[in-house]
């Protein structure tokens, strides 16, 4: 099995037809059948059902496509890490976070990352609590930022941050900060939550905040987008809790009060795939040892 015979499985798949996918590769039809012959003796099954017309993915196929590809992006980011260390370079590390780590602490951490390991590139994707744990676990993010995550197993992790939440309300809301007395005065209130199967473990914490209040949350929208929350908000379409740093930087006409009392609290958090700190050591160390300011 070689690196050229799975490049050529993929275009294979793409075209699902030998003489399309042979003239793409730039090789004679016969030396293609030839290649997948072999590669699917090698493996042991069928990747592509074939006859004098047609080309069809087998089951197993598919599977064995879909991670091939996988493997295939992996090769590539290797060898590119490979030449831009061997030039000198540090090369690339893929960061993914949520909204409120970069309100807060993510650009003081990008900032020390420069300062004490300069030539580094950080390719930076805002994303939900669900989508970092599998893109950490398949080697598609180096370091995931994320607020009151649920870690998974083979993920290590650590609290960067302790922040108070929110509750945010329209401009014109009758409650304000001068007659706030305990969170059941919301028990009516229709709320704007993220979506569960994006942040089960924060959704969860969200919901306690009302049940240790005496009531249910009646959720009405939902968005894994803080800046949608602010305008829904801005609309009078509901209210919502975010962490006290999601405020940074937004001018938004609506108005916060700080839940200084309860004991639920957005811990901002860095996860990363242990498989990842033998690339890069020193800023793994880095990180681990990093302390908000």
């Known amino acids: 099995m070689t690196i050229q015979q799975l490049k050529n499985v993929i275009v294979l798949s793409e075209k699902l037809n030998f003489t399309r996918a042979a003239e793409e590769l730039n090789i004679v039809q016969p030396a293609l059948s030839r290649q997948i012959k072999q590669l699917e003796e090698e493996i042991g099954i069928v990747i592509f059902k074939r006859d004098k017309r047609?080309?069809?993915?087998?089951?197993?196929?598919?599977?064995?496509?879909?991670?091939?590809?996988?493997?295939?992006?992996?090769?590539?980011?290797?060898?590119?890490?490979s030449v831009q260390i061997h030039n000198g370079k540090a090369g690339e590390i893929r960061i993914g976070f949520t909204h409120s780590i970069m309100q807060t602490i993510l650009p003081e951490i990008l900032k020390t990352i420069n300062k004490k390991t300069p030539g580094i590139k950080a390719v930076l994707k805002e994303m939900n609590n669900r989508d970092q744990y599998l893109a950490l676990q398949q080697n598609e993010l180096d370091i995931g930022f994320a607020t009151n995550p649920m870690v998974p197993f083979n993920l290590k992790s650590k609290i960067l941050h302790i922040d108070n939440f929110v509750?945010?309300?329209?401009?014109?809301?009758?409650?304000?900060?001068?007659?706030?007395?305990?969170?059941s005065v919301f028990a009516k209130e229709e709320f704007i939550f993220p979506t569960v199967s994006d942040g089960p473990n924060y959704v969860h914490i969200l919901e306690s905040i009302c049940v240790d209040a005496g009531f249910t949350?009646?959720?009405?929208?939902?968005?894994d987008?803080?800046?949608?929350?602010?305008?829904?908000?801005?609309?009078?379409?509901?209210i919502t809790?975010?962490?006290?740093?999601?405020?940074?930087?937004?001018?938004?006409?609506?108005?916060?009060?700080?839940?200084?009392?309860?004991?639920?609290?957005?811990?901002?958090?860095?996860?990363?795939?242990?498989?990842?700190?033998?690339?890069?050591?020193?800023?793994?160390?880095?990180?681990?040892?990093?302390?908000?300011n």
Not at 217 to 223: A, D, I, Q, R, S
């Open 54 to 81: 047609n080309v069809e993915h087998t089951t197993a196929g598919i599977y064995f496509i879909k991670e091939i590809k996988k493997l295939l992006s992996q090769f590539d980011r290797i060898n590119a890490q």
């Open 217 to 223: 949350p009646k959720v009405v929208h939902e968005t």
């Open 167 to 183: 509750v945010l309300l329209p401009d014109h809301h009758p409650v304000n900060e001068n007659n706030y007395i305990d969170f």
């Open 241 to 292: 809790l975010e962490p006290i740093s999601s405020l940074h930087g937004h001018e938004f006409p609506i108005k916060s009060i700080e839940l200084k009392n309860i004991k639920q609290k957005a811990k901002l958090t860095m996860m990363w795939n242990p498989e990842r700190e033998s690339e890069y050591p020193e800023l793994f160390e880095l990180l681990k040892n990093w302390k908000v």
């Open 225 to 238: 987008s803080a800046s949608t929350s602010f305008r829904l908000i801005e609309a009078g379409l509901g």
